[in-house]
């Protein structure tokens, strides 16, 4: 599979905000991904913003998987490592660390899929190791019950 995207020069812009109301609200970041093939300047190159999370699943997902599809992930990731080594701003950086993080499957409830590489939600009360998301498991064994 080649990767098209490593022809596009994208990046990430970072921009801070303060959360609304409230005393559970604090500083955000926010990243806007932006095409510096489209242009220089900001605004002017903004693709879409990155996502806290990525969902490849959902119908009508954010608009970074509608542009990237099934690269999101690996596009996430990387625009997310190369700013963490650009990044000079402590704050900016901790953020992109934890984003990195989210990007990551937890152990216990999420899988990735051995066939197409989805993250999925394994239900552990099926009582063995799901290695396949629930579409490519019924592409592979059909309408088959498993439980
Ligand atoms: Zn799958």
């Known amino acids: 599979m080649s990767l098209v995207w490593f022809s596009l020069r994208l990046l990430l812009q970072s921009s801070e905000r303060w959360g609304g109301k409230g005393s559970s609200s604090g500083k955000c970041f926010s990243f806007a991904v932006v095409d510096l093939d489209k242009n220089e300047e900001y605004p002017l190159n903004f693709v879409c913003?990155?996502?806290?999370?990525?969902?490849?699943?959902?119908?009508?997902?954010?608009?970074?998987?509608?542009?990237?599809?099934?690269?999101?992930?690996?596009?996430?990731?990387?625009?997310?490592?190369?700013?963490?080594?650009?990044?000079?701003?402590?704050?900016?950086?901790?953020?992109?660390?934890?984003?990195?993080?989210?990007?990551?499957?937890?152990?216990?409830?999420?899988?990735?899929c051995l066939i197409c590489g989805k993250i999925f939600q394994a239900k552990p009360k099926h009582g063995f190791k799901q290695r396949y998301c629930p579409e490519c498991v019924t592409k592979k064994f059909g309408n088959r019950k498993y439980s």
């Open 49 to 112: 913003m990155l996502p806290l999370q990525l969902s490849l699943d959902r119908k009508g997902g954010s608009a970074f998987v509608k542009a990237f599809g099934d690269q999101s992930f690996a596009v996430a990731k990387q625009l997310l490592l190369e700013s963490l080594d650009r990044e000079t701003n402590a704050e900016v950086k901790t953020e992109i660390e934890r984003r990195l993080k989210l990007l990551e499957p937890k152990p216990d409830f999420e899988k990735r």
